[in-house]
Structure formats: structure tokens, C-alpha cells
């Protein structure tokens, strides 16, 4: 009879095939670690590029005690640290940064919003017509006394006009008004409405205050 050596055979391959997945695992596992090592090298260098520009940063990573605290403290002591601890502490200092960046937008927004309505009162400020001085109503008086001493001003209605005999009547008693002719550039000089105003009676002049209107010495 022939002696079987099939089962010495199969245990060979399965003893090859075991070293062969051994081996590949132990590859993979060097891999995992050589691509590990490379991540937590990029990030601590990221880290030190951060501190040396934020170096604030440091002691109010300190002051948040616990695990955040604990990590500064070992970066600082002897600068290592595994993977998983330089991308957590990667993420406290992108999310310092954007919760700094985020109040610092918030004062600008805030002093560009302050900024906007001072110059919208300086211009409101600006466009307010000068006060009207008692000099200057004085001034439009004299000239109404001096050049148009027959206009009068309707105690109710402002209105100015002149009493001229009626045509035909020769009764000098019988006027009739007609609208006064003031010259437009006496109209527009400062004090002229407050002229006007101040001969219309108590009760139907207008309260300069109520209107923006102030009368100055």
C-alpha cells in the first residue's frame, strides 16, 4: 500500500497561509503607524505655528484645567504627545481662533454702526438752518419801515398786502387790498418770517419752538 502524505501537505499550506497573513498584518500594523506618526508630526507642527503667533492662547488653554489644561502642560513639559491628543488640542485652538475672530466682527460691526449714526446726526446737525438772531429781524424791520412803509401784514393769515383807493370811488375811506410786491431777495433774507410772524396776533402766529425755530440775542 502507498502511505497518504496529503494531510502533512495540507497542514503545510495552512501553516504558509497563516505566516503570510501574519506578515501582512504586521505590515499593515507599520503602515498604520508610520501614517499616524507623519499625521501627529504635521499637526504639532501646526500647533507650534499657532503658539508662536497666539502665544495668548497658551495660558488660557491652561486655564481651562481638565484634559485641555493637562495637554498644554505636556506639550510644554516635553513637547509629545499621541495622535489623538494633538488633534484635540488642534481643536481647541481652531475653535479659540474662530470664536475670537468671531467677537472681533461683532465690535466692528458694532463700531461701524456707532460710526454710521454719528455721521448721520453731524449730517442732520449740518443741514438745521442757523438760528435767527434779534439783530437780524431788526435788520428786516428797518427795511420794511424804511422802503415798505404801506405793506401791512393780515393779523390772521400772514399774508402781506397794501390798502389802495378803490378805482372810481372818491370816497378816500373806500380801499381795497391788493397783494404787497416784496422783492424776493428781501423775502429770503434771514429774519423776514419771524418779521412777518411777529405782526400776526398771539393767536394765530406760529410757535417758532414747535418748528425748529429758535429766535438768539
Partial sequence: MQADYSG???????????LANFGAQIGQG????????EITGVTLASIEGTLAQRP??????KEQGGKIGGLFNKLEDDGVLNKSEALMLRGFLDTSIESDLAKKAAVDAQLER?????????????????PITYTQIQGVSKVMDEQFKNVKVD??????YSEVPKTGDYNPFNTKRIPANIPESLKSMPGFEEWRKSKMSPSS???YGSIGMKVVD
Avoid at 495668548?56 to 488653554?61: M, N, P, T
Avoid at 449714526?117 to 446737525?125: D, G, L, V
Fill in 30 to 37: 507599520i503602515e498604520k503607524y508610520k501614517k499616524n506618526k
Fill in 8 to 18: 502533512f501537505a495540507r497542514a503545510g499550506e495552512i501553516q504558509a497561509s497563516a
Fill in 155 to 160: 393779523e390772521l393769515t400772514g399774508e402781506l
Fill in 114 to 130: 456707532e460710526n454710521l449714526i454719528a455721521r448721520t446726526e453731524a449730517s442732520r446737525r449740518s443741514n438745521q438752518p442757523a
Fill in 56 to 61: 495668548d492662547l497658551i495660558a488660557s488653554g
Fill in 205 to 207: 402766529s406760529v410757535d
